[in-house]
């Protein structure tokens, strides 16, 4: 049901048990995977996440980077008929967005549907400026926000080879 999006009860032809069985056996797995992975992945970065992930970024090149931002659009089949208008994506039919921040070894520290939120606080010095808000590292899709850093597609040139 989770991996191919499946009603309960189209699983009873492939594994031969009924539709309450199925519902009741999703949700303890969910629980389950909730009580052993809460304390340690499913939680927002505490201060020392931060000043890991800040490190890692500045030995990479990125100096105050928390991580990067990609999302994407999942076509919302039973999306109600009033809200169909404010969810219509460019295809012009309702979409939801999914976000997703991923720092270097692909920790997913966030991911959410709606609109973006804002980073935690981290501090760091760029070339003599301190900074006092970390950023994610995006592509050109996104609006210039002081939280998300757009790319340079194939820099021409030393110039263009910075980033900030």
Same mark, same amino acid.
């Given at each position: 049901m989770?991996?191919?999006g499946?009603p309960?009860?189209a699983?009873?032809?492939?594994i031969?048990?009924g539709? +309450?069985?199925? /519902?009741?056996s999703l949700?303890? %797995?969910c629980?389950?995977v909730v009580?052993? %992975?809460?304390e340690?992945?499913l939680? +927002?970065? @505490?201060? @020392?996440?931060v000043?890991r992930?800040?490190?890692?970024?500045?030995q990479?090149? %990125?100096?105050g980077m928390?991580? +990067?931002?990609?999302?994407?659009?999942?076509?919302?089949?039973n999306c109600?008929t009033?809200?169909?208008?404010?969810?219509?994506g460019?295809?012009?039919?309702?979409?939801?967005?999914?976000e997703?921040?991923a720092d270097y070894?692909?920790?997913?520290?966030?991911?959410? %549907?709606g609109l973006p939120?804002?980073?935690?606080?981290a501090?760091? /010095? /760029?070339q003599g400026?301190?900074?006092n808000?970390?950023?994610?590292l995006?592509?050109?899709i996104?609006?210039?926000w002081?939280?998300?850093?757009?790319?340079?597609?194939d820099?021409?040139?030393?110039?263009? @080879?910075?980033l900030?």
């Amino acid at each position: 049901m989770l991996a191919y999006g499946l009603p309960a009860d189209a699983t009873d032809e492939y594994i031969k048990i009924g539709e +309450s069985t199925t /519902i009741e056996s999703l949700k303890r %797995f969910c629980r389950a995977v909730v009580e052993v %992975f809460a304390e340690r992945y499913l939680r +927002s970065p @505490n201060a @020392n996440d931060v000043a890991r992930l800040l490190h890692v970024g500045e030995q990479r090149g %990125f100096p105050g980077m928390l991580g +990067s931002l990609d999302c994407m659009h999942w076509k919302w089949k039973n999306c109600p008929t009033a809200w169909a208008g404010q969810y219509a994506g460019r295809s012009g039919s309702p979409t939801i967005i999914l976000e997703v921040v991923a720092d270097y070894d692909l920790w997913i520290w966030h991911a959410f %549907f709606g609109l973006p939120g804002i980073s935690p606080p981290a501090h760091y /010095i /760029i070339q003599g400026k301190e900074y006092n808000m970390g950023y994610y590292l995006a592509d050109g899709i996104y609006p210039k926000w002081s939280t998300l850093v757009q790319t340079i597609r194939d820099p021409r040139g030393p110039k263009k @080879n910075y980033l900030l």
